[in-house]
């Protein structure tokens, strides 16, 4: 059984960053994403990174904002996000699967809990 624990979130003004990170327990050999949902929203992709960390894919309203990486001797992964806009405000998840990233959610095997970003105006 895999278990993801996220931690990191916050409040953050527009323009500041916040790290995130995703610690892995149980089998850790997975390609990882991070999805995000706002309040009265579906959950939305926002990138992945395969198994090594050599690939990662983001959406458009991330690129160049935000960094995925992984440190798999610590079997944890992160989500660098600067320059947030209020539009990032959101309940961020990281989830595990088995085979190469998509940006279907329900293509995951193993979710975390969520942790709270709030960016403020």
């Known amino acids: 059984q895999v278990q993801l624990v996220e931690s990191g979130g916050g409040l953050v003004q527009a323009g500041g960053s916040l790290r995130l990170s995703c610690a892995a327990t149980g089998r850790t050999i997975f390609t990882m994403g991070w999805f995000r949902q706002a309040p009265g929203k579906e959950r939305e992709f926002v990138g992945t990174?395969?198994?090594?960390?050599?690939?990662?894919y983001y959406t458009d309203s991330v690129k160049g904002r935000f960094t995925i990486s992984r440190d798999n001797a610590k079997n944890t992964v992160y989500l660098q996000m600067n320059s947030l806009k209020p539009e990032d405000t959101a309940v961020y998840y990281c989830?595990?699967?088995?085979?190469?990233?998509?940006?279907?959610?329900?293509?995951?095997?193993?979710w975390g809990q969520g942790t709270q970003v709030t960016v403020s105006s």
């Open positions: 990174i395969s198994l090594s960390g050599s690939s990662t």
């Open positions: 989830a595990a699967r088995r085979v190469g990233g998509t940006r279907r959610p329900n293509e995951y095997d193993y």
